[in-house]
């Protein structure tokens, strides 16, 4: 059961990591949000074999994370799921896109190589962002920034609702897979034969916890969508965050400084 109960702690882990105190988590929500999208905006507009002017970008999570006291190893965990699949959409560059640019130690480098490792930087630094984001502001606060920011109130609140219901998915599966492992003692896991029945039966179950958990919403007022506290005015700090953090990345998009550094130094 230790292994169940340590992935059920991962769900929460992001809502507790966000309940932190440092002065990343003290700046304002929305402040957060304009420079991350700022920096995905910045980060997306690289040419598609651009890889070496990414590298500066990697300041943005590399400074970040000490300063927001956010442990590494949680963000790279749920990093490194989604690069599988970002290697899989880059690697029909290495295919199809043969063209020699230059050669490295006598191996000839492909416009399709650096395509492919472009790729991959632009998803790893893009949800390296967001993880960010997620890590050092509590879920409602964002849903209530998004929503102030004009973001379609519909998605916002499906987007709520969801992570919200994951932590009682699991709690169901977990009640089930307990129950399961009490009636099969010496198994390890659910057999094969059980494995349709009991996801149907997660399913169901699953269903009849939301019902309750909406009659229990539409009892304590709720009326389609959620309502939030005012926000709180931006402070300078917050405004310094704006202006200052994305003029930087601006100056990273224009210039490449590790190019520029290295002509420097060379």
Known sequence: MSSIQKVGREIYLMERLAQGTSALHCL?????????????????????????????????????I???????????????????F??????????????TLFFLWGVPVTSGMQACLSIIEKAGLSVMAVLLLAATTPLGELSREAKGMKFPGVLVDLVVLTCRYLGLLWEEGVTMYTAYLLRAPGEK????????????????????????????MVCRG?????????????????????????????????????????????
């Open 28 to 64: 304002h929500p929305r402040a957060k949000i304009v420079v991350t999208f700022c920096y995905l905006v910045a980060v997306v507009s690289f040419p598609r074999t651009e890889v070496l002017g990414l590298v500066s970008f990697f300041l943005y999570p590399a400074i970040l």
């Open 66 to 84: 000490p300063v927001s006291e956010t442990p590494w190893k949680p963000l790279f965990r749920r990093l490194l799921p989604a690069l599988p």
């Open 86 to 99: 970002v290697a899989l959409g880059g690697i029909s560059n290495l295919l199809f896109d043969r063209t």
């Open 189 to 216: 896991g659910i057999r094969m034969r059980d494995a349709g029945p009991f996801l149907g039966n997660l399913l169901l179950r699953s269903i009849s916890r939301a019902e309750r958990v909406y009659r229990a």
């Open 222 to 266: 709720f009326a389609g969508e959620f309502g939030y506290c005012n926000s709180t005015p931006l402070k300078p700090g917050d405004l310094l965050f704006i202006s200052a953090v994305p003029g930087v990345f601006t100056f990273f998009r224009l210039v490449n400084f590790p190019l520029l550094l290295g002509g420097i130094f060379v």
